[in-house]
Nanobody, 128 residues
Framework: QVQLVESGGGLVQAGGSLRVSCAAS????????MGWFHQAPGKEREFVAAISWSGGNTNYADSVKGRFTISRDNAKNTVYLQMNSLKPEDTAVYYC?????????????????????WGQGTQVTVSS
């Protein structure tokens, strides 16, 4: 059982930057690919970014390409999401998720059902 705890959310002005973190415990971190999702009020949870277990592969939603960067530090059991050039529409609760490595599937999924464990989320608010 993997526990995920996000941190680093907050209030930032449009055009600003923020880095959110997700610390994992209770499992072998390097046996999981990781993802970030966000959920705005009244909307479905949406894929933001994913990273393979080694950090060698990443994937991003079109809406964040060129602005957000996902990274991980397996020695610290932590995955990060660096968010630059933030826009008001980026306002949401940001969740990290863990996807167990399996030979039969890709390192990432854009569906929430593709992940095995979730954190509780951290709020990011971008003011205009």
């Amino acid at each position: 059982q993997v526990q995920l705890v996000e941190s680093g959310g907050g209030l930032v002005q449009a055009g600003g930057s923020l880095r959110v973190s997700c610390a994992a415990s209770g499992g072998t971190f390097s046996t999981y690919h990781m993802g970030w999702f966000h959920q705005a009020p009244g909307k479905e949870r949406e894929f933001v970014a994913a990273i393979s277990w080694s950090g060698g592969n990443t994937n991003y939603a079109d809406s964040v390409k060129g602005r957000f960067t996902i990274s991980r530090d397996n020695a610290k059991n932590t995955v990060y999401l660096q968010m630059n050039s933030l826009k008001p529409e980026d306002t949401a609760v940001y969740y990290c998720a863990a996807r167990r490595i399996m030979n039969s599937r890709s390192y990432y999924s854009t569906a929430t059902s593709g992940y095995d464990y979730w954190g509780q989320g951290t709020q990011v608010t971008v003011s205009s």
